[in-house]
């Protein structure tokens, strides 16, 4: 079993800037490494489908949704085992809760956590 922990998550201004971290914890899990997990963020809005934010690859291979490109940034520190996702030029429409998954390669354990709050409001 794993654990992924999101956080990071608040309150911002239109405009802002904020980073959440998805922190894993893949050491009993049969996929020992987070290095051999790929991280997806995705988000999601009360009666709202969940829509995929960012995906980032264990070789760094990333990709955005069209909604957030050229705002949002995915990267990963291996040696922590934690994911980031840095998102600037904040809109109101970015207010979800943000949740990271992990999976190891295409059909290997995945795992979820439980999600931050986002809210952007002046």
């Known amino acids: 079993q794993a654990h992924v922990v999101e956080s990071g998550g608040g309150l911002v201004q239109p405009g802002g800037s904020l980073r959440v971290s998805c922190a894993a914890s893949?050491?009993?899990?049969?996929?020992?490494?987070?290095?051999?997990?790929?991280v997806t963020w995705y988000r999601q809005v009360p009666g709202k489908q969940r829509e995929l934010v960012a995906r980032?690859?264990?070789?760094?291979?990333?990709d955005y949704s069209d909604s957030v490109q050229d705002r949002f940034t995915i990267s990963r520190d291996d040696a922590r085992n934690t994911a980031y996702l840095q998102m600037d030029n904040l809109h109101p429409e970015d207010t979800a809760v943000y949740s990271c998954?992990?999976?190891?390669?295409?059909?290997?354990?995945?795992?979820w956590g439980q999600g931050t709050q986002v809210t952007v409001s002046s």
């Open positions: 998954h992990i999976k190891a390669g295409q059909s290997g354990p995945e795992y």
């Open positions: 893949v050491e009993t899990a049969s996929v020992k490494k987070f290095d051999f997990y790929t």
């Open positions: 980032i690859t264990p070789s760094r291979i990333t």
